[in-house]
């Protein structure tokens, strides 16, 4: 079973930062466009931030727009997200996505492949 691995989450104060990473298990995801999605507690999971593979271009959600930078490095097939000036509502599971092709999809079921998720915590 391919995976997608996450990493880097924690516990920080408002306005901190922390960084994610993503990578696969066993395949290169070189060509896939990469996504990260958030759910916080009571709350449906929610689409954060996409690149593309062919032109790395970026897609983010509006909440985050400004504090947050998604990278990729597909000679690691690792993504990464820059999480800076947090906030308490930023506090979510994290979850790295990974579907076929370059268009840009913020709904859950448009993903192939999902990691375990990894827990960010802000607090105030």
């Known amino acids: 079973q391919v995976q997608l691995v996450e990493s880097g989450g924690g516990l920080v104060q408002a306005g901190g930062s922390l960084r994610l990473s993503c990578a696969p298990s066993?395949?290169?995801?070189?060509?896939?466009?990469m996504a990260w999605f958030r759910q916080a507690p009571g709350k449906e999971r929610e689409f954060v931030v996409g690149?593309?593979?062919?032109?790395?271009?970026?897609y983010y959600s509006d909440s985050v727009k400004g504090r947050f930078t998604i990278s990729r490095d597909n000679a690691k097939s690792t993504v990464y997200l820059q999480m800076t000036t947090l906030k308490a509502e930023d506090t979510a599971v994290y979850y790295c996505?990974?579907?076929?092709?370059?268009?840009?999809?913020?709904?859950?079921?448009?993903?192939?492949?999902w990691g375990q998720g990894t827990q960010v915590a802000v607090s105030s």
């Open positions: 996505a990974a579907r076929s092709g370059s268009l840009v999809y913020t709904d859950t079921s448009s993903y192939d492949y």
């Open positions: 066993e395949r290169t995801f070189s060509s896939y466009f």
């Open positions: 690149i593309r593979s062919s032109n790395s271009r970026t």
